[in-house]
C-alpha cells in the first residue's frame, strides 16, 4: 500500500486526488524498467512540465544542490536562465550521457524545433550499483526516448521502477515516490507536486518514529563509516502557482526539510538535488513573451510559505511512498529487501 | 530541565559532558541580557572560537544562509576567506549595527592589533519584537561588548537568556540552547557543538512527536498567512575536527536537517543562517602560517559524515533545550508561554 | 575635468544626459565629506531608488560579489528576496555599523513605518586607512542620515567626496565617480547609471592604455607583493528597465567586466560588490503587489544583452571620472596625488 | 604567427617556455578534429591534470560560472567536492553528452578502476553551430576517447583544431588558444597556464586597442541584438601551486577579467565558465590521502593576488592566440574569416 492507504499521515496539509505529482495539471511522467535480472535492475523516468512544446514554451524554475556528489546535468543554466527547456529525466549515475543525448535528440526532433541548435538536456540520477550491474551502462538513448514518449497523465507507478528500479534507502529497496498537497483556498489554493528517486541513508524515521532503530537497521550502527558514493535522492516538484524562478529556488529548497525529516543524514556520498518548476501560464516563457518587455504574474514573496510547508509534506511523503511501495529485489552484489511493513505498522500504530 | 534529563533522547549519538557547544575544547560564551520589563526583552550572546588573538589567529569558517530574510553581518568575507577573525554576536534585528561596532571596537583594543584597519565583524539577529520594543533599539555598544568579556568556558545559560531574552519558537517563548555531540573514536574521537538563538515557526515536533498539532498551536492553523518577518534562527557550530573551510560549509548546511526535524516550516519570513568553525590548531589561520606556504591538516570528504549526523543531532537537541529552559516571559505586544511540559511529557512518553 | 570632457571616450554606447547614476529618473544621491584635516578623510555617499518610502515600496535588485574581502552589509536579504528597501550607504570599512544605523533609524522615522519591526539596512564600503585614520571611527550616525537626507536629483559631485573623501586607486587619488548610458531605441531606450567608491589596484588602463606602466607606477612593479586589505570598489547601479531580480544580478556581474578594463587585478584584499536596482515602476514591490498574485512586467533574457554592454562601459568610465576629478589629498600615513592628466593626456593622444 | 611573435605582449608577466597551458608540469592535451567538411568543422580537445589515474588521485579544483547559457558538466560535485577526477574534455554543444560518455568508460577502463561504480565526468562546450551542422551530433564516443589517448605535453596547437575547430569569436575565425605566466621567485615562482575555447562577441580589443571597432565590425553595431545563443568561452587554468579549492575558485573567477580586456559583453546567450586545478603533489587527493586526516600544503591568502594577475593576463593572451592562430573556415551557414593581421598589425602598432 502506499503510505497514507496505511495510516501513515504526514502532515498538516490535504493531498490532491492522485497524491501525485501529475495533480499539477499538464504534468505528466513516463517511466521505462529495463528487463530486470540480478545483473540489470535500473532504468529511466521522465518528467514533462506541459504537454505543448518544451522547448519553445518554456517554464521558470529553480534548483538547489544540498549535497552536491552526483551528476545532475544541466544545472548551470536552469540556474542562469531560471528556467527548463527540455523533459527532466532520471537515471542511474553512469547512464547520464545516454539521458542527456535522448533528451536533445527528442528536443531537435520535434516539430517547430528545426532550427534549434542549443539545448539544455536536464538529467538527475542516483547510483544503483548494489543492485544493478551499473558498470555495464545499459541504459540506451532509445531506453531514454521511450520513457519520454510514454509520459502520461493519471497515477504514477512507484516503487522498484524506472529510474528507482534498482534504488535503495536505509537499507530497504526503495525507488520511485510521488505524493502532493493542494492548499487551501485561503491559502491560495495552489497544487503542489512531488517525484522523488529515493537512494539514500541515516536513520528511517516514518512520521516521527524511528523505525530504523526500532528494527536495528542504521547508518554507523557498527560506528564505522560504510557509506560509499551510492546514496542520493533527486527531488522534482511541480506547482500552479505563478512563482518566479527566485521563489521556484526557494521551493527547492525546502524539499531537503522533507527529506531530513526521514531520517536522512546527507552524508558526504549523497547526491541531493532539487528541482522545481511552475506550469502557470501567466509565467510560461512563451515564444511570444521571449520577444519583448512582457506582462507575468507574481506570487509575492509574503503569499509563498504555505507551498514551502507544501514542499517539506509532499516530500517526506514521497520518500514514503517509495519504500512501501517497492518490493524485495535481488541484485548482482546483494538484495534490497522491502521494507518490512508487518513490523513496521504496529511501531507505527504504537506511536500513536 | 534540559531536554535529556526530562527523558528526551534526540539521536544515536553520544554528547559530550557538558552536552553544549563548551565542550569543544577553548570556546567560550557571554551573554548579557538586559534588564528586563514589558519593554525590555533582548540581549547579547557572544561566542569566541578560542582564547587567544582572534584577528590573528583566525579560524577556518563556513557559512550557509538557508532562508536568508535575515541581517547576518560578515557573511561575504567568511565565504570568501574562509575564515572568522572575530568574536561571534547575536543579538536582535535593529541591533546589528550597534553589535557589529562592538566586535570593531574589541578587535582594534586587543594586544597586538594596534595596526589593525580592517574587521570583519560577524553578527547574527532573530527578531524580538513580540516582547521586547525592537524599535527602541535598546542593546548599546557597552552591552555587546559586556557580553564578549563576559565569556567564559563551561556550562551555557540556555533560554530566555543573552540573544534568547525575547524570542520566540512555535508559539512558545524560546532563546538560547545549546548541545553537543562527542564521536566515537572509530568515527573519529571529534567533539561538535552546537548553539542555537531559536526564534521560528512550524508545527513544533519532538523527538519525532507533533506535539504542536498536539497542543493545537501549530502554524497555518487557521489557514491563515499570519507569520510575519520575525522568524529567525541563527546557528553557530563549533567543531575541533580539522576541517577546510568547504567542509565547515558543509557541516553548516547540515544544521537545516536538525532545524527541519523539530517542525520548522522555514517559512518566507524566517532568517535562518548557519556558521561553523575548526578550533583545530592544525588548521588554524595563524600570523605564521598566513606568511608562506604552509602545512595544514585535513580531514578528507570521505571521512566527515559522521560529523555531519552529530551536527543534525545537536542542531535538534539544541532547540529543545531552548524551549525546555525556558521561561514564560510577558512583553509589550504578548506573552509568551513557556513550553508546558506537564502536558508535553506525557505525549512524548506515550509515543514510546 | 571628466573623463569625457578630457577627450576620453569609452565604447560605443551613448550616455544620458548628465552621464551619471540620475540619469535614471527618480534615483538621487547625497554625500557628506567629513570636515578634512590630515587625520580625517573619510565620508558617506547615500543612493535612493526612488523619493517614495522605500520600505513600502521596495525595489527588485541583484547582488554579486566578485572577490569578497569586505563588509558589504544586508546582502543575504538582497539575494533571497531579491529586493532594497532601504537607501544604499557607502562609507570606509570600520564605519559599517554607524551607516548601517543611521538606514535603520532613518527607515524607522519615515511616516507609513510606524509598524515596522525589521529593516535591511545595505551599507558597502572600501579603506580608506591611507589617507585617514580609519581606527578614529570618525563617521557618526548622525553623518549619514544627513548623507541620506541631502540626496537629491541632478549632477552628482565627484573625486575626493563622501565617501570617496579618502580612497585611493592604482596609486592615485580616487573616490566616487558616476556615468550612464541610454540604449538607442532599437535596444530597448533604457537608462542605465553606475557610481562607483573606487579604492583598487592594478595597472591602471585608460581607454585601453596601459597608463600604469607608462608612469611606471603599478602593483606587482616592485615583485613584492605589497597590497594589502586596504583596496576594493563598490558598485551601484540603477537602470529603468523592467528588469527580474535575477536578471538585475546578470547586470551587477558584468559591472566587473568595466572594473576589468580599468586594470584593476582583483586582488585578494579587495572587496569588490555590485549591487543593481530597477526603478521602474511595473517591476516595484508596493504594498499592493506584495499582497497577492500582481501583474509585473519583465524584460525577457533574449532582449537584455545591451544592458549588459551599457552596464560595463558606464563602470568603466565611472573610475575613469573618479580619477579624473580627484584632487591631491594628504593624510594621515601618506599622500594620494591626483593623477597627472598633463602626462596621461598626451599618453592617450598618442594612443589613438 | 601567436600574438607574442607577431609583437603583442599582454601584461607585466612573463610567460613560461612554451607559453602554453604546458608549461604546468604533468599537464596533457589531446586534441581530436573530426575531418573537415562544409558540414562538418567540430572536435574534441581534452586536459589531462597528471599523468597518473585521476580517479584514484584526484586534483584540487574551483569552477565559476560567470554567464551560464552553456552545458558544462559535472559541475556541482566539482563544487561540493572542491576536486576533478577524470580528464577535462571540451567539444561542441549538442556533444556534450558524447564527450561525457567517453569520460566515464575511458575511467572505468582504466587499471585500478575495476571496481568504480560512480564518475563525474567533466565536459564544458561552446556552440560551433555556424560553421558546423552541430544538429548532425557529429562526434562520437570514440572520438573523444581519441582525444583523451592523444594527449601529450610540449606545445599545443591552436586556432581551429580540436573542440575549436567550428568556434567563432567577435566574428573572426577563433578556437582553442593557450598561454602560460611564470611568477618571478619573488613572487613565488609558480606556474600557471590558461587553454581557452573561443567562441564568443562583443568589440575586439587587442591590447588595449579597440580594434573590432577600427574593423568596423561589432556587436551592436546594427543597433540590433543579433547575437544568439551561440557564443561562449570555455576557459581551463592549471597552476603548480598548493591551492585549496576554495583559492583555486578565486584563481578561476579571474580569468573573466582576461575575457573582459579582450572585449567581451558576456551577452546573454554566452555560456562562460572557468575551471583551475592544482597539479601540486602536495595538495593531491590520493587515495592515502582520502583514507584519513593527512598533511597537505596550503599558499594562504594573503601570498595569492600574484596568480590572480598570472590568471588574467594568461587568459587575455591564450584568447588572442586563438585568433591569431586560426585560419578562415567555411561552413554551412557561413564563412568565418581569419582575423586580417595585415590590417590589425599596423592598428596595434600605430596605438604603441
Known sequence: PRAREAGVTVGILEPGPLNAITDVAGV?????????????????????????????????????AYNAFGKFM????I????????????????????????????????????????????????????LNVIRGRHVTIAD?????????????????VGAGAGTVAFGFKAGIGTASRKLPAALGGWTLGVLVQANYGGVLTIAGVPVGVQLGRYDYRQQVEDRKAD?????????????????LRRVAERAFAGIARTGSSFSNGSGDYALAFSTAQ??????????????????????????????????EEAVLNALFKAHTV??????????PLDKVLPMLKKAR
Open 79 to 130: 540556474v542562469e536562465l531560471g528556467e527548463v527547456e527540455t523533459p527532466i529525466l532520471l537515471t542511474n549515475t553512469l547512464n547520464v550521457a545516454e539521458a542527456g543525448a535522448a533528451a536533445v535528440e527528442w528536443t531537435l526532433a520535434q516539430p517547430g524545433n528545426e532550427d534549434v541548435r542549443s539545448v539544455n538536456a536536464v538529467v538527475g540520477e542516483t547510483n544503483d550499483g548494489l
Open 74 to 77: 544541466g544545472s548551470t543554466q
Open 231 to 247: 546514496g542520493s535522492v533527486v527531488i522534482v516538484i511541480a506547482t500552479d502557482a505563478p512563482l518566479s524562478d527566485r521563489n
Open 28 to 64: 505528466t511522467v513516463g517511466q521505462v524498467t529495463l528487463p530486470r535480472s540480478r545483473a540489470v535492475n535500473t532504468g529511466v523516468t521522465a518528467i514533462l512540465p506541459h504537454g505543448g512544446n518544451l522547448f519553445q514554451d518554456k517554464v521558470p524554475a529553480g534548483f538547489v
Open 282 to 315: 501567466a509565467v510560461r516563457r512563451t515564444t511570444d513573451r521571449r520577444k519583448d518587455v512582457a506582462s507575468v504574474q507574481d506570487l509575492p514573496n509574503d503569499r509563498i510559505s504555505p507551498l514551502f510547508q507544501a514542499t517539506i509534506e509532499a516530500t
Open 330 to 339: 535481488e541484485g548482482h552484489r546483494g538484495t534490497a529487501d522491502a521494507l
Open 144 to 160: 531514454a526516448r521511450r520513457a519520454i514518449d510514454s509520459a502520461r497523465s493519471g497515477p504514477v507507478a512507484e516503487g522498484a
